[in-house]
Structures are given as C-alpha cells and as structure tokens.
C-alpha cells in the first residue's frame, strides 16, 4: 500500500530543492559583492595611507614589502602602485591570474596627484559558492528526503481504503468482463430494432432524410489522432467496435424505457466501424431530443469507464466525441452529414449539439451549453459545446451507466 502520487510528490521536492539552491547562490553572490566593494574601498584606503610617505622619492623596496604584506590577504588576486607617469614600482599577488572586482585611486599629495594604486579582489565562482555552503545544502537535502519519507507514512491509505479500493476495481473488471462475455456469445450482433427495407424503399427512405426537417442525428466517432486504429489487427478492432455498438444498444434501450419512446423509432443508420456510429430520430416533440442528449451521455460516461479499464490494461482503446445535430438549411446539409461534420471540430471526450431554437431554448434548463471556439462555418457557430449537465440529469445518466454495467 504505497501512497498515492509518490513519483509526482518527490519530483516537486526535487524542483524546491533546485530552486533553493539556485537562491542561495543568487543571495550568496549579492552578499559576497557587497563585501568585496566595502573591503576594496578600505584596503585601498589604507594602502595609500601607508605607500604615501614612500612616494616622494619613490622607495620601491619599502613599497614592495608594504604590497607583500597587503597581498597576503587570501582575498587578494594581485596589487599594483604606480607613480604619476603610470610606471610600476611595486606588484604583488598570489593569484594574479585570476579574474575579479578592480578597485582603483590615486595617491594625492594636497592637491597633486603622485601615484596610484590598483587593487584586484577575487570574484569567487558558483563552483566556489557552492562549496562553501556545502553544509547548508546538505541540511536541506536531509530536510526534504525526511519531507518524503514522511509523506509516504503519512499519505499512505489505511488497511480499509485499500480494500475499498480492491473491491471496487474488482467489481468493475467484473463488469466488463460481463459485457466481453456478452459481446463474444453474440457473434452477429444485431443493430437495435434497425428496420429490414428493400433497397428500392431505402432509396426512398434517403431521399425524405434529405428533406426531413425534424430529424436528428447522433453521431459517434473516435478520437484518434495517433492512427491508432492502422496499427491493430483486424480482429481486435472489431471486438472493439462490437462492445462499443454493445454501449450503445443498452444506453439507447435504457434511455427510450425511462422518456417513454419506443426503441424503434431510434434508427442506427451506421453501426460501429473505424468512421464511428450514427444514430437519428424523427423528433416530433423536445422529450425525443432529451432522450438522444441523455444517450449520448450515458454512451460517453460508458466509454470512459472502458478506457480506463483498457488502460490499466495495456490494451487498445480509444476516446470518443459525440455530436448531435438537426438539419443546416443554410449549408444544405441535413441531420447525419451536419452531425458527421460537427464531430469532426471536437476533440476527445466532447460533445457538441445543433438543434432549433425551441428545442434549444429547452436543452438549458438540463445542459450547460458553451459556444464553441473560433467557428469556421453556420454549422460550428450556431453549435454548442455540453460543458455539463444540472443534478438530476447527471444523477439519472450516473444511475443508467451502472446499471448497464451490472447487466
């Protein structure tokens, strides 16, 4: 029973500790620099206060020793005094290679000028910085490696929470092992209720779709931008379909039982295959289109609990995105390519609806419905996207998804 989120837990302790460093150095070298101006600005000061009774003649042996002497200071890299015509008469310095703050002022006799001295303080490196506060940063490694390890004491779930746990990801293979079991019995499994026609009446039947206003069509298609689908064989993708066209015959059954609609008049124009699902209804009144809403729902929130169960499995599945959508007069489009279309602006997990102003007027006391961004055309910007739905529904969509799952 480790505890949840270790990995993300000591990565932030990780990024605090760099973060840390990275100020201690900042501080450090702020300090450091302020130091150096104080300790340049006296140094220099007393150096010309004791090479200035050596200027006039210019001693060179009393100014070498008076430079030795400043120059044994560790924080010294190199020291020159100069006369008045920029000739050298005494260096010194233990490092004089190295690289560091100048500080710089004349020797003054009165009002004349007589010499100079030049004093250059080392500019200690990060690398130097950070040996130096080797015990700080040990302490504060120890602190947060102690942080974590208390974080898995303490964040660790109880004996109870993990039994919960257990049995609720037990239940719910359970469950999807049902529906596989169901799936594989029913090796031709047939659309719901999708009416046998001739095909000169489906010909017939196309052409009223074309001109039948009250329409409205559901469309489900896969999100897929990996191409995942090209990469699995043959029989794995129709597996997959059969159980997704499975979802949807349950949550179409269940949702015509609770609105009082028969579960013909739900016609499955495309069943399950790579380009997704279709599904329309002649809406004569607004409980026709709640009902395909509430599908839709049911069929996403079905879809969720699959792929997270497939995941865990390290097998194939896909998200979903749903649109549902009425005929646009102005694009000449009716219900199942205007759906289709507006599917394809969605990205994974979304659904997006395009209905006449009556039912639409209706549809937000149930769903919260947003514009959806930078539309491109009449069908996209007189859509909307379901950003959520009030109590009632949500607990109603919770309760058909469970029970779909336990049957």
Request: hydrophobic content about 40%.
């Amino acid at each position: 029973m480790n505890a949840p989120r270790q990995g993300l837990f000591a990565s932030l302790l990780i990024v605090c500790f760099v973060l840390q460093t990275l100020l201690l150095v900042i501080a450090t070298t702020h300090q450091l620099k302020e130091n150096r101006a104080s300790q340049g600005q006296l140094m220099t000061s007393q150096l010309i206060t004791d090479s200035l009774p050596e200027m006039v003649p210019a001693n060179t042996v009393s100014l070498a020793l008076i430079s030795n002497r400043y120059a044994t200071n560790p924080s010294v890299a190199s020291l020159r005094i100069l006369d008045a015509n920029q000739q050298v008469l005494a260096t010194a310095g233990l490092e004089r290679t190295r690289t560091g703050e100048v500080f710089s002022r004349d020797i003054m006799q009165g009002e004349r000028k007589i010499g100079q001295v030049e004093l250059t303080l080392i500019e200690p490196s990060i690398g130097e910085i950070l040996r130096s506060e080797w015990l700080a940063m040990t302490l504060s490694l120890l602190l947060y490696i102690l942080l974590w390890l208390a974080y898995r004491l303490i964040a660790r779930p109880t004996r109870s929470e993990y039994l919960n746990r257990l049995q609720y990801e037990n239940e719910l293979k359970q469950q999807i092992d049902t529906l596989k079991n169901a799936l594989e019995n029913t090796s031709n499994p047939i659309p719901v209720n999708q009416p046998t026609v001739e095909p000169e009446q489906v010909q017939v039947q196309d052409v009223n779709e074309s001109v039948n206003e009250k329409t409205i069509c559901l469309n489900i298609q896969f999100y897929d931008p990996k191409q995942l689908l090209d990469s699995v064989s043959q029989s794995v993708a129709q597996s997959y379909f059969h159980l997704c066209q499975l979802f949807l015959n349950k949550a179409i059954t269940q949702c015509a039982q609770h609105y009082n609609i028969a579960v013909d008049d739900f016609v499955i124009h495309e069943s399950f295959d790579a380009n997704g699902a279709t599904v329309h209804i002649d809406a004569e009144k607004y409980k026709d289109a709640e009902c395909l809403m509430m599908i839709c729902a049911v069929f996403q929130m079905l879809a969720d609990v699959l792929y997270r169960r497939y995941r865990e499995e390290k097998r194939f599945v896909l998200h979903t995105r749903c649109a549902i959508s009425s005929a646009v007069k102005e694009m000449q489009l009716d219900a199942i390519p205007a759906a289709k279309r507006l599917t394809q602006s969605l990205t994974s997990k979304e659904s997006a609806v395009y209905v006449n102003h009556k039912f639409l007027q209706s549809m937000t006391q149930c769903y919260q419905l947003v514009t959806l961004p930078h539309p491109t055309n009449a069908l996209t910007r007189h859509a909307y996207l379901i950003n959520g739905m009030n109590h009632e529904c949500a607990d109603l969509a919770q309760r058909m998804r469970t029970q779909i799952l336990k049957g």
